[in-house]
């Protein structure tokens, strides 16, 4: 990988590598608490754009005016997703994350009128049953992190006929989870409890942490070896409840 002469890379590849080995979810919260003061300039480094991605997906689908839409942002981070959503005109924006130090970092951004330490999974989000007319969850579907089983409660929170975009990567060690995550998703929408707008999958997601992570994908003969893919799906909420 001719870009790890640059020694500010490999630094960022390091740590990003260590984070992803983490597989505790309470020593993952804790790696976040420390990173949150340098994780943007470290996900720039690594030309991470899932943000950018979802945001577009989401802005493309919705059909009411972006400043009257009430939207979550689940696992925000430090903001980045809610300034790709400002900048399209997005101005109603709640967020919630397990990490209180990255929370404190998307509190500076001022972006956010309501923010919340939750840890998804394994606590209810704060807001009652359809709430929102968009929930976006971007980075944190993985190992170690949000568990796939806290998508339900995502469609709680999303009104009837709201959208969800959700993120995940397609590096080799993501995808057992990926897998089961994708096999989820399928059962959601054959119990009628959501539609599959959009299933995007994407080359260059962000730059490799190693070349193993690198998934050879016959169909992208064009992948720069350099960068891990990822996937943006996009799904709207049934109006009817589903039948139990
Ligand atoms: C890679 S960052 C993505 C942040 C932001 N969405 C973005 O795209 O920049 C993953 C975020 O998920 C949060 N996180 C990981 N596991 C979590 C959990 N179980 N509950 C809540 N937040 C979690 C971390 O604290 C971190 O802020």
Redesign the pocket.
């Known amino acids: 990988m001719a870009q790890d002469k640059n020694p500010r890379l490999q630094e960022v590849k390091a740590r990003v590598e260590t984070s992803h080995h983490i597989t505790d979810?309470d020593h993952?919260?804790h790696f976040?608490d420390h990173w949150a003061t340098n994780?943007d300039q470290d996900?720039a480094t690594l030309q991470?754009r899932?943000?950018s991605l979802a945001v577009s997906c989401l802005a493309q689908a919705l059909t009411i005016p972006p400043a009257e839409a009430l939207i979550l942002?689940?696992?925000?981070?430090?903001?980045?997703?809610a300034v790709e959503l400002t900048t399209r005109g997005f101005v109603q924006l709640h967020g919630?994350?397990?990490?209180a130090g990255?929370l404190a970092q998307a509190r500076a951004r001022g972006l956010y009128q309501n923010l919340q330490l939750?840890?998804?999974?394994?606590e209810p989000l704060p807001s009652p049953e359809g709430t929102y007319d968009a929930v976006l969850?971007?980075?944190?579907l993985s190992d170690?992190?949000?568990?796939y089983s806290?998508i339900p409660e995502l469609l709680r929170v999303t009104k009837p006929g709201g959208l969800l975009c959700l993120t995940t990567r397609s590096n080799l060690s993501n995808l057992p989870y990926k897998t089961s995550m994708e096999a989820m998703l399928d059962k959601l929408e054959q119990a009628g409890a959501w539609e599959r707008l959009v299933a995007w999958p994407v080359d260059q997601w962000e730059l490799a942490t190693s070349e193993q992570e690198v998934v050879s994908d016959p169909s992208a003969s064009t992948a720069d070896p350099s960068f891990i893919s990822g996937i943006v799906y996009l799904y709207r909420k049934s109006l009817q409840r589903p039948q139990a």
């Open positions: 979810l993952k919260l976040y994780y996900v991470y899932a943000p942002d689940a696992a925000c981070g430090t903001g980045l997703v919630v994350d397990g990490s990255m939750c840890t998804l999974g394994h969850m971007v980075g944190a170690a992190q949000v568990p806290a």
